[in-house]
């Protein structure tokens, strides 16, 4: 029996979404371990497009066991909504899917208070570039400790009190900034979400134990990718939540000695969205070709995402600090039209080397990239499924990779369908996932 991590290594949107999709055939569960609402994984199925918020992507698999852990913020609104979605599709989800007690609660409030932390003032307040979907405000408050969680919204004997303490809170922060008014919530909307959401619920962390006694297979699943970690990201310009492999144990309540494989996502360039520092950002006509190419297009938002070239040195830190033992390279065909392709391969600040990732933003908008530039492959990879059906030069550039990133490329994605991605044969990657 193995359990594995699958995770971002770069600023998120690496193509997570499919790839765990394709491999929760050969797993029992899949666990979504942090995050909210704010973070989408789009998968295709044949021609049926699947945009997936919330709910792990396992759940597109008949018979397998869809968790959303506890260290996840749910808005149960657009939860139910993706459900609805997801049951109209042929989705069993109610017998597919469960849901942490533990998990908490996003409210109108939260969503009121982010936008007020988002919207630019003259004291010249940093402005993360968040899809203002309550997520960070959710956080706070379980760092705080006056969060909701799911039991608390399930146990109508004490919820009133404790929503309308939470609520009263945000409103009167709202009117020190000037906004008067009300979120427009009822108490007996959130009776409705919590008796509709009611089935679904369940200690998860004993649940995902059950199934791990029982010789079942579990895959973990982060949102967002490594530079978008609370800690280890590009700070503040990140999310609100672990979304490195230790995030994965502490939202689900698996114990580290039970993970097997650390698998990490990468696209073959890179991309971010919202603010922040970005040091191979590529802003000229090229870098549009490449968001065209790739359809960089928030699926949550629909924001552009900026993009830029593979970053060797980020890709280093990242596996240093989620320990990867495999990397999965998705979006190799959107580079087919390019004659040279530059690599980031070190950061330089005032001339010098730096060995370590910048903690400060400062430093990282200081960072000069140093790249070296790859002979294009200018010929289709879209939709090749065999490594041999790959031109040479593509595999020139994907060795390259690997020797400086220093992990084995395990895995090749050539298009967004479950089908058109490749496990290289004797890789560390084949025998975790199989």
């Known amino acids: 029996m193995s359990n594995i991590i699958v995770l971002g290594s770069q600023w998120g949107d690496e193509g997570k979404g499919k790839i765990v999709d394709l491999f929760s055939e050969r797993f029992d569960v899949v666990a979504r371990y942090q995050g909210g609402n704010n973070a989408g994984h789009t998968v295709y199925i044949g021609e049926t497009k699947y945009v997936l918020k919330l709910i792990p992507s396992g759940i597109l698999r008949p018979g397998k066991l869809a968790v959303i852990g506890n260290g996840v913020v749910i808005d149960p609104a657009a939860l139910l909504e993706e459900i609805a ?3 109209k599709a042929g989705i069993d989800v109610a017998r597919q899917l469960a849901i942490s007690n533990r998990a908490q609660v996003i409210f109108p409030c939260h969503r009121l208070v982010e936008n007020i932390s988002e919207a630019p003032t003259e004291e010249g307040r940093v402005i993360i570039g968040t899809t ?6 959710a956080y706070e408050d379980k760092a705080g400790r006056r969060g909701l969680r799911i039991a608390d919204l399930l146990d109508r004997a004490s919820f009133t009190g404790l929503y309308q303490r939470l609520r009263n809170d945000k409103l009167r922060l709202a009117a020190a900034f000037g906004v008067q008014g009300s979120d427009g919530d009822t108490l007996d909307r959130w009776q409705e979400l919590a008796d509709r ?3 679904l619920v369940c200690d998860t962390a004993t649940l995902l134990h059950e199934q791990m006694r029982a010789g079942k297979r579990i895959l973990l699943e982060g949102a967002q990718g490594t530079m978008l970690d609370i800690d280890h990201g590009t700070y503040p310009f990140v999310t609100s939540s672990s979304t490195t492999a230790g995030g994965a144990c502490t939202g689900t309540g698996i114990p580290p000695t039970r993970i097997h494989g650390l698998i990490g ?4 360039y890179i991309t971010r ?5 970005f040091p191979s950002e590529s802003l000229d006509a090229i870098g549009e070709s490449i968001r065209k190419a790739g359809n960089e297009f928030g699926s949550v938002t ?5 993009c830029g070239w593979f970053d060797a040195p980020l890709l280093r830190y990242t596996a240093m600090i989620n320990g990867f033992d495999s990397l999965i390279v998705t979006k190799l065909d959107v580079l087919d039209h390019l004659e040279s ?12 080397n730096l060995e370590s990732m910048p903690a400060r933003q400062d430093e990282l908008l200081r960072v000069k990239p140093v ?14 499924k065999e490594y041999s059906q790959l031109p040479a030069r593509a595999k020139e550039y994907l060795a390259f990779l690997g020797q400086q990133t220093g992990v084995e490329i395990g895995c090749v994605s050539t298009g967004p369908e479950r089908t058109e991605t490749m496990v290289l044969s004797g890789s560390r990657l084949e025998s975790l996932i199989g």
């Open 371 to 384: 790249y070296e530039n790859l002979p294009g492959w200018a010929c289709t990879t879209r939709g090749a």
């Open 341 to 352: 392709i530059p690599v980031c391969v070190a950061y330089e600040i005032d001339g010098k």
């Open 265 to 268: 996502v990468a696209k073959a």
């Open 273 to 277: 969205v919202g603010g922040g520092p």
């Open 197 to 199: 959401l009611r089935p």
């Open 85 to 87: 979605t997801l049951e």
């Open 132 to 137: 203002k979907r309550g997520i960070g405000p």
């Open 302 to 306: 629909g924001r552009p995402r900026r």
